[in-house]
């Protein structure tokens, strides 16, 4: 199915284990940003990606790795998982045309860290 | 640096009621701004967007520049209208900076 999924929706961890979360889009977008969703805080910019390749920092990068060898996939791993990352996390792309994008949305991966 | 408010955490209104959800941002740039909405179960999706003066689902919103405000509007809520709705503002390459969100809920 064309779009943009996530694996897996759900996932149970422990402290200090590396966990990687799956992102995959169909549809060739150049961007694409891992986001994190947190009450009281909205959504908040981890890393995002501009190509193949080529990725920069968000707003609360530490913990977090991205990489991004292929246009349609960008996988985000917690290197060595704590409480405080606890969250639901969501992918999303983007084509950007002009001045003004688009964001489309992964499902969402509800992560707990225990 | 950017920032996008969204002063209400939650929101309640009764069907029918007029319905107004508050967004103020601060950039130094030319704003782009949206409104996504996430429907319980459902991933987050774009509701409108700025440059583009639509009404979608009876929802407007004006972006107010000397107020810094993008306030979403409906005159007549629905209850399929409760969910949680996120302010944002687009700044390079297509990043996008959210406010807190504000939960709707549309009584019967």
């Known amino acids: 199915d064309a779009g943009i999924t996530q694996s897996p929706r759900y996932k149970i961890t422990e402290t200090g284990r590396q966990v990687t979360l799956m992102c995959h889009q169909t549809?060739?977008?150049?961007?694409m940003f891992w986001y994190r969703q947190d009450l009281g805080h909205g959504l908040r910019l981890i890393y995002y990606s501009a190509a193949a390749d080529i990725t920069d920092k968000g707003e609360v990068p530490d913990g977090y790795v991205v990489s991004r060898s292929k246009t349609e996939n960008f996988p985000l791993t917690l290197e060595s998982a704590t409480r405080s990352q606890t969250s639901v996390y969501f992918c999303?792309?983007?084509?950007?045309?002009?001045?003004?994008?688009?964001?489309?949305f992964g499902q969402g991966t509800r992560l707990t860290v225990v | 640096a950017q920032r996008v408010t969204q002063p209400e955490k939650l929101l309640s209104v009764f069907k029918g009621a007029p319905v107004e959800l508050k967004c103020n941002y601060s950039y130094s740039g030319s704003p782009e701004l949206f409104w996504y909405v996430q429907y319980s179960r459902q991933r987050l999706q774009l509701l409108l967007r700025h440059i583009s003066r639509e009404s979608i689902k009876g929802f407007t919103a004006d972006l107010n520049k000397g107020e810094t405000s993008f306030h979403l509007k409906k005159p007549f809520a629905q209850e399929e209208d409760s969910a949680m709705y996120y302010c944002a503002l687009q700044t390079s390459y297509g990043k996008l900076t959210f406010g807190q969100g504000t939960i709707l809920t549309v009584h019967p």
């Open positions: 549809w060739s977008h150049s961007y």
């Open positions: 999303a792309s983007s084509a950007v045309r002009g001045r003004v994008a688009e964001a489309f």
